[in-house]
């Protein structure tokens, strides 16, 4: 949650604007305490951008208590230590600080953008946060009631209910299956003594990868990283979310709606980030299903047969089950028309490959558009995390472009057979098509 920002919402650091990707200098600062984070530093704007991300998210929540992460997100900024949920927020008002967390099943995080003259006293509130959270009740049950408004607008919205949908029907049982709003169930059995073991289990120095960008040099920060995480475990508790594969399936799955227009989620078994196709994959998927009008699917499926507005499909890198995942929407009378055509351009892109001319046009797009993360502080500092996660080196920004010239088209095409199989392509509809042959029901919304 964000409190009290009151810098410019343009803000963009300038020394980045105009700048190639190898233009940033990262450089990694470890804290006496053994803290590191990886900094670009830039002193042209009197402000600091922070982004703390510690592994391991909703898929860790315990089963029967779905949204103890996100609900742990929404706390952070109501009360800590001696200060009260009020009393915290006109603190952050007073600092002109952000304040944001949020969870997602992979990961929780904490971002902050501060003036450089508040950066001291907005890392003692961030360090009360983590460390001293109060859970105090009348918060706990405001914010319930925030994640229950947020489970029922889910229910009303339809292309909210195939996401939830699709991924329980294509991980079942396992945690990434489970919705991370929970449900009102298991938002009613969380205690403020879940809570307190949630950080107590994630919130970890050995946990946490940081990344800092602006107005702060490497000396000031190893102070600010000591004082920031004093006091949190040195370990946190382990991931015991398995490696699964997500379910395949050439039957197509339906909960039935009374809209004019049905909405589908699809999707199969994808590529793991560290993979050495992944270059290769990012290129072919783009040339597939990228979004823009130069895509196969937008091509086929909305200019030549005005079936939908837009159709995506793309890598999704989940740490325990990589994805290929899109999404379509089309008018009742046209899904099984469109579901034909989405998998018959998977299946020829399988078979086929892609162009020279595709791969050449798709390179220029990734490499050229990549200056355009480079332009907020914050961007940047979800980059510095990224590239830690992910193992890909302090150097990356400087060889991230070569990667992707370097594909060559024999590897695109060997690729584009490796991942792509429309036979396991996994359909969930929401809506009310006319005539969609062979479907099976798909699981109810708890």
Not at 108 to 136: C, I, K, M, N, Y
Not at 166 to 186: E, I, Q, T
Not at 223 to 240: E, I, N, S, W, Y
Not at 359 to 381: E, H, M, N, W
Request: charge should be negative; include cysteine.
């Amino acid at each position: 949650m964000s409190r009290g920002f009151r810098v410019a919402a343009g803000f963009a650091l300038a020394l980045f604007l105009s700048a190639p990707a190898h233009a940033l200098t990262v450089e990694p600062v470890t804290s006496p305490g053994g803290v590191t984070a990886w900094l670009v530093e830039d002193h042209s704007l009197k402000i600091v951008s922070l982004r703390l991300t510690f592994r391991g998210g909703s898929a860790l929540d315990p089963g029967g208590k779905e949204s103890l992460a996100n609900l742990g997100s929404g706390l952070l900024d109501e009360g800590a230590g001696d200060l009260d949920s009020a009393t915290f927020h006109a603190r952050l008002e007073a600092l002109t600080a952000s304040f944001d967390a949020e969870a997602n099943p992979d990961m929780f995080t904490l971002s902050s953008r501060v003036q450089t003259e508040d950066l001291d006293g907005t890392v003692d509130l961030l360090h009360l946060a983590l460390t001293a959270p109060r859970f105090d009740a009348e918060p706990v049950t405001r914010v319930k009631n925030d994640a229950l408004a947020e489970i029922a607008e889910v229910d009303g919205n339809p292309d909210e209910i195939a996401d939830v949908l699709w991924r329980k029907s294509a991980f079942g049982d396992h945690p990434y299956g489970r919705s991370w709003l929970g449900s009102p169930d298991s938002i009613g059995r969380i205690e403020p003594r879940d809570l307190r073991d949630f950080m107590q289990q994630r919130m970890a120095r050995d946990n946490v990868i940081v990344g800092v960008v602006g107005d702060i040099a490497p000396a000031a920060l190893k102070t600010l990283l000591d004082k920031l995480f004093a006091g949190l475990p040195a370990h946190a508790a382990p991931d015991t979310v398995p490696n699964v594969v997500a379910a395949t399936s050439t039957e197509v799955m339906l909960s039935r709606l009374p809209i004019p227009q049905s909405v589908a989620v699809f999707g199969a078994p994808g590529i793991a980030r560290k993979d050495p196709d992944w270059y290769a994959a990012v290129l072919v998927m783009h040339i597939l299903g990228g979004g823009g009008f130069d895509a196969r699917l937008t091509e086929e499926v909305r200019v030549k047969r005005g079936l939908a507005y837009s159709v995506d499909l793309d890598l999704d890198p989940m740490d325990h089950a990589p994805l290929i995942l899109g999404d379509v929407a089309t008018r009742n009378a046209k899904v099984a028309e469109s579901i034909e055509v989405i998998r018959d351009q998977v299946r020829r892109m399988r078979d086929d490959g892609p162009t020279d001319a595709e791969l050449q046009a798709a390179k220029t797009y990734v490499t050229g558009s990549f200056p355009l993360d480079l332009t907020s502080s914050l961007r940047i500092c979800w980059l510095l995390v990224t590239i830690q996660r992910d193992q890909l080196g302090i150097d990356y920004f400087d060889r991230r472009n070569a990667l992707f010239e370097q594909v060559t088209l024999d590897q695109a095409k060997r690729v584009a057979k490796r991942i792509l199989d429309p036979d396991k392509l996994f359909f969930l509809v929401v809506g009310d098509p006319e005539t969609l042959p062979g479907v099976k029901p798909a699981p109810k919304l708890e």
